[in-house]
């Protein structure tokens, strides 16, 4: 089966400068991939280069469809006049005529998925003035909006409420089963061996298979690193992160 | 009313109109300083218009272009930021203007060139005044959904098939298109008032970027009639006077509570 998301030999960075180095996976179609790695590891900087947003150092990538984005709701502009709606129907663009006013059709789809998203009854109100964890299923039915084969979610569950998590989660199923090819960025060690497989990253590719396999404690030091607890508990250890308030794009 | 107060108050309302709804999104793109920087640059075309006798907005319009084109290349290099290499573009642009106005054959028309006068709008500046919110409304009816999109989300934007960079430079051609048309009524350094002005008084009080639009091409034009008003019966100058008035809207927006229209 071709796959989805491929990437070979692939280095990217900024200036001219990689901070990240040979990475070599491909994902078929309906897998479900977290990307796990310190801050400044190189998660975001992978997904700028899958979006075409940042040209390969060295290496190539290949998908089979213009990927969805989902970004940390930090990223967006919460003082912008928009409403969940305005957002979901943002997706719209995706088909092209983005000179015109969004079609009927592009506003029955963006209704669908506030609808999916548990965000019907929120249409209305202003991005700035949903929680985090709204936000974030806002920006998910943007996503969906775009139909896309291949959606990227940087850290999408990161400071979102128990309730936003479990719903956001059972969309990644969802969409798994519809065939689609989920990347999702995450810091979260224990939660990654929900997805099929995992992808490791500390500014090299240091593991990427079923998280059964490829999470062993020798991996999860070297992706992690100075960041990482390891609790130590009967019959397993729990690894834990700890998380610092930067991220690697911004790096120059 | 007389004729010449007229013209005025319909070059204000036309080509003040327009920037006040191009301003939201100046605002949004964080564009205000970069919008300074362009109409502060522009001075080298409008003192070699005035030195050749040609239109001034034929001398705006080549300065803008070469502002906007010198910015936009200065702001694009990551080692040095935009902030730093905007500032390089101008400070050469405006000492290249001020060298050629201050030359002993220069004609003496600096004052105007930098502070503007809008009791001497001419026909020619009413038909390009009224081309701009024809042509530039148009591209900014266009823009709308590319530009929302972008300014709320550029990395989204760009997976959803949109060229944020593209966007923005458009953005910067709209602007320096209305620096060239507004600059003969406010000038060089007064014009950034109708392109911020607006903008900041209606920010907090709307739902949605139309709403801004709308709103802030409303309160540039009132602006600008109480402006010219204010000097005809105080007997001040008449760009000055606008560009007061257009900041006094801006305090009130943003000190007013905010409420949602739109």
Redesign the interface.
């Known amino acids: 089966m071709t796959a989805a998301v491929t990437a070979e030999g692939l280095s990217a960075g900024y200036g001219g400068r990689p901070v990240l180095h040979d990475v070599s996976f491909a994902a078929a179609p309906g897998l479900t991939v977290c990307v796990l790695g310190p801050n400044g590891g190189g998660k975001t900087t992978l997904f700028r280069a899958l979006m075409g947003e940042l040209e390969p150092l060295a290496g190539r990538v290949a998908l089979s469809d213009r990927p969805a984005y989902v970004a940390q709701t930090e990223r967006t502009r919460l003082d912008f006049p928009v409403s969940a709606f305005d957002v979901a129907l943002m997706g719209g663009l995706a088909n092209g005529r983005w000179w015109l006013p969004p079609r009927r059709s592009d506003r029955t789809a963006a209704r669908a998925a506030l609808e999916r998203v548990g965000l019907a009854a929120e249409g209305d109100t202003p991005f700035g003035e949903l929680s985090g964890g709204q936000r974030q299923r806002a920006l998910l039915a943007r996503a969906l909006v775009q139909d896309s084969a291949v959606l990227l979610l940087d850290e999408p569950l990161a400071g979102v409420d128990p309730a936003s998590a479990q719903l956001i989660d059972a969309i990644f199923e969802q969409l798994r089963e519809e065939g689609r090819t989920l990347l999702v960025s995450s810091h979260d060690v224990e939660g990654a061996r929900g997805f099929d497989v995992v992808l490791c990253l500390n500014r090299r590719q240091v593991a990427f298979g079923p998280p059964a396999e490829a999470l062993d404690r020798a991996t999860i030091e070297a992706t992690y690193g100075r960041e990482l607890i390891v609790l130590e508990q009967p019959g397993a250890a729990r690894a834990v992160t700890i998380q610092h308030h930067e991220h690697d794009h911004g790096k120059q | 009313m007389s004729g010449i107060e007229l013209r005025a108050t319909l070059e204000i309302v036309l080509a003040g109109g327009f920037c006040g709804a191009l301003g939201f999104w100046v605002l949004?793109e964080r564009l205000a300083y970069a919008g300074e920087s362009l109409s502060h640059g522009m001075l080298p075309g409008l003192v070699l218009a005035a030195l050749a006798g040609a239109p001034l907005l034929l001398g705006a319009a080549g300065g803008a272009v070469a502002a906007a084109g010198l910015i936009a290349l200065a702001a694009r290099d990551?080692?040095v930021g935009p902030d730093t290499g905007t500032a390089v573009a101008v400070t050469g642009l405006v000492g290249l203007g001020s060298l050629l106005a201050l030359a002993p054959d220069s004609p003496q028309r600096l004052e105007e060139l930098l502070f503007g006068d809008p009791l001497g709008v001419g026909d020619g500046d009413l038909v390009a005044a009224g081309a701009l919110v024809l042509a530039g409304g148009g591209a900014l009816a266009?823009?709308r959904?590319?530009l929302?999109?972008t300014?709320?989300?550029p990395?989204?934007?760009?997976?959803?098939?949109?060229r944020p960079g593209l966007v923005r430079l458009a953005l910067l051609g709209l602007m320096a298109a209305a620096i060239a048309v507004a600059v003969e009524g406010l000038g060089a350094l007064l014009v950034l008032a109708v392109l911020v002005g607006p903008p900041v008084a209606v920010?907090r009080h709307?739902?949605?970027?139309g709403?801004?639009m709308l709103a802030g091409a409303g309160v540039a034009a009132v602006a600008g009639v109480a402006g010219i008003q204010l000097s005809a019966q105080a007997g001040t100058a008449a760009g000055a006077s606008v560009a007061l008035v257009l900041c006094a809207a801006a305090g009130l927006g943003a000190l007013l509570p905010a409420r949602?229209l739109g």
């Not at chain 2, 709307?206 to 970027?209: K, Q, T, Y």
């Open positions: 949004s990551p080692r266009a823009l959904r590319p929302a999109a300014s709320f989300d990395a989204g934007a760009g997976a959803l098939g949109l920010r709307v739902r949605n970027p709403a801004a949602r």
